[in-house]
Antibody, heavy 116, light 108 residues
Framework: EVQLLESGGGLVQPGGSLRLSCAAS????????MNWVRQAPGKGLEWVSV????????YYADSVKGRFTISRDNSKNTLYLQMNSLRAEDTAVYYC?????????WGRGTLVTVSS | EIVLTQSPGTLSLSPGERATLSCRAS???????LAWYQQKLGQAPRLLIY???SRATGIPDRFSGSASGTDFTLTISRLEPEDFVVYYC?????????FGQGTKVEIK
């Protein structure tokens, strides 16, 4: 079955760190760029970051640049998002999404709550 | 950054009616690099339309997309009960990728 499954979310204090994972199955993971997209509670969608299939190229939204790092392990079919210096405004459901450009497959998301 | 403005914010219609959702871009979206997504409550978004007019795999033909300059439209020809949810447009013409704020289609 073609799917993405995120994990690693939880409650963290402001200034803390968290690492999200996204396990992919059912397709050739290394052939596709992968993204992180987030959605604050009751709000719209915000693209966060993208990494190319090979891992050679990465891009970030200005809101997370310098704090978040995207990475992937193609041998494990897994995408990661290392989140440092977390702020209250980073509270959101984080989705991983497949493909460069438009996103044809999404995971169910993992909730990150930044609060003291 | 390309800003996408969706209208209306909420659309109140009855099952069987036609829904017309608008997405206006603040600047040119090259090669119609615009997508539409449907999001049900508590679920991840689902791709409906890409390239402004192409339906994604498995999407019913009652969903269609069109483009005219910086104006994009999602049309649902006959609303089914499961269509009363939220819809987002997204541009992937230039970085950063941006989304519209969403249109909620509710039962009148």
């Amino acid at each position: 079955e073609v799917q993405l499954l995120e994990s690693g979310g939880g409650l963290v204090q402001p200034g803390g760190s968290l690492r999200l994972s996204c396990a992919a199955s059912g397709f050739t993971f290394s052939s596709y760029a992968m993204n992180w997209v987030r959605q604050a509670p009751g709000k719209g969608l915000e693209w966060v970051s993208v990494m190319s299939g090979s891992g050679s190229s990465t891009y970030y939204a200005d809101s997370v640049k310098g704090r978040f790092t995207i990475s992937r392990d193609n041998s494990k079919n897994t995408l990661y998002l290392q989140m440092n210096s977390l702020r209250a405004e980073d509270t959101a459901v984080y989705y991983c999404a497949k493909k460069s450009g438009y996103f044809d497959l999404w995971g169910r998301g993992t909730l990150v709550t930044v609060s003291s | 950054e390309i800003v996408l403005t969706q209208s209306p914010g909420t659309l109140s219609l009855s099952p069987g009616e036609r829904a017309t959702l608008s997405c206006r871009a603040s600047q040119s979206v090259s090669s119609s690099y615009l997508a539409w997504y449907q999001q049900k409550l508590g679920q991840a978004p689902r791709l409906l339309i890409y390239g402004a007019t192409s339906r994604a795999t498995g999407i019913p033909d009652r969903f269609s997309g069109s483009a005219s300059g910086t104006d994009f439209t999602l049309t649902i020809s006959r609303l089914e009960p499961e269509d009363f949810v939220v819809y987002y447009c997204q541009q992937y013409s230039s970085s950063p990728i941006t989304f519209g704020q969403g249109t909620k289609v509710e039962i009148k």
